[in-house]
C-alpha cells in the first residue's frame, strides 16, 4: 500500500522543480510578527499538541528574520510600525512568503484612521490573506496547507520569471474594480 508498491521496479522520476518544491514546502519557518489578539491564535498553533505543526516541518518559530522564510503576520500595523515590518521582510532570505492574519492585518479591521496602516500588502507582498477576527488556529493550519500548495507549485529560474511577466501582464490588463458593473445591488 505504500509509495514503493505503486512504483514500477522502485524507480521514481521526477523534475528538479518538484524536488525543490517538495523540499521548500516541508522546511518552512516562519518568523512570527505579532502584538495584538490574532498573536494568541498564532502562538495556540506554535505551542498546542492539539496542532502539531512539526508534521509539515514547521517545528520552529523563529524570531531571527534571517532564519525564517515565512512571515505570520498577525498585527494591525501602525504606520509607525510599518517600516519596522518593511525591514524585518527585508532581512529575510529569499524565497520568502507572507501571510497575513487577520481582518486587521489585511484590511485595517475596523481601525479606518490615520494611524493604522489599511492592510499589510501596502508594506509587504502578501501571498495569503487569512480573514477573521481573530481567526482560529486550524485557519491558520489552513492558510499554511494552502501556502505549502502553492510553494510547491512555484516555478524556478526563467520558468518563474516568465510565470510572473504573465500574472502581471494580467493585472495590468484587469478591468478597475470601480468601472466594473453589477457589483452593488
Known amino acids: 500500500m505504500g509509495l514503493e508498491d505503486k512504483l514500477p521496479s522502485g524507480v521514481l522520476l521526477s523534475t528538479?522543480?518538484?524536488?525543490?518544491?517538495?523540499?521548500?514546502?516541508?522546511?518552512?519557518?516562519?518568523?512570527?510578527?505579532?502584538?495584538?489578539?490574532?498573536?494568541?491564535?498564532?502562538?495556540?498553533?506554535?505551542?498546542?499538541?492539539?496542532?502539531?505543526?512539526?508534521?509539515?516541518?514547521?517545528?520552529?518559530?523563529?524570531a531571527s528574520p534571517r532564519q525564517a522564510d515565512l512571515m505570520i503576520?498577525?498585527?494591525?500595523?501602525?504606520?509607525?510600525?510599518?517600516?519596522?515590518?518593511r525591514q524585518i521582510y527585508d532581512q529575510m532570505t529569499a524565497p520568502k512568503w507572507v501571510i497575513s492574519m487577520g481582518a486587521c492585518a489585511s484590511s485595517g479591521g475596523m481601525f479606518n484612521n490615520y494611524a493604522i496602516v489599511q492592510g499589510?500588502?501596502?508594506?509587504?507582498?502578501?501571498?495569503?490573506?487569512?480573514?477573521?477576527?481573530?481567526?482560529?488556529?486550524?485557519?491558520?493550519?489552513?492558510?499554511?496547507l494552502k501556502l505549502h500548495d502553492q510553494i510547491y507549485d512555484e516555478k524556478l529560474g526563467p520558468n518563474r520569471e516568465k510565470v510572473i511577466k504573465e500574472v502581471e501582464a494580467a493585472a495590468m490588463a484587469a478591468v478597475p474594480t470601480h468601472q466594473l458593473k453589477g457589483l452593488l445591488a
Open 73 to 85: 503576520v498577525a498585527v494591525r500595523v501602525s504606520q509607525k510600525m510599518a517600516p519596522v515590518l
Open 120 to 144: 499589510v500588502d501596502h508594506v509587504v507582498p502578501v501571498d495569503i490573506y487569512l480573514p477573521g477576527c481573530p481567526p482560529r488556529p486550524e485557519m491558520l493550519m489552513d492558510a499554511i
Open 16 to 62: 528538479v522543480e518538484g524536488l525543490a518544491g517538495y523540499m521548500r514546502k516541508s522546511s518552512v519557518w516562519p518568523a512570527t510578527f505579532g502584538l495584538a489578539c490574532c498573536a494568541i491564535e498564532m502562538m495556540a498553533l506554535g505551542s498546542a499538541p492539539k496542532h502539531d505543526i512539526s508534521r509539515f516541518g514547521m517545528e520552529r518559530f523563529s
